[in-house]
């Protein structure tokens, strides 16, 4: 934790820092706790985040409607 006064001295080199390094700083201004720290910028989408299944059916949905399930079907005791 650096002071406000210290920040004021050297406000370019802290922010440098914390840009190359990613870590915040927290500053003491007043008794109360301030930090600064890297905006992450949004580069990816959220489907860049999916996990790859390949069990999955890829094609198109109305397809599977038309499918016929009744060798597989077994319908159990009511």
Request: proline share 6%; no cysteine; hydrophobic share 35%.
């Amino acid at each position: 934790m650096i002071t406000a006064s210290k920040l004021r001295e050297n406000v370019y080199r802290i922010l440098d820092e914390i840009l190359e390094t990613g870590v915040p700083v927290e500053i003491n201004r007043r008794g109360k706790k301030l930090k600064i720290v890297r905006a992450e910028e949004v580069t990816s989408s959220r489907l860049d985040n999916l996990i790859e299944r390949p069990e999955a059916i890829a094609g198109d949905p109305e397809d599977l409607v038309h499918i016929d399930w009744s060798k597989q079907w077994r319908p159990g005791p009511i």
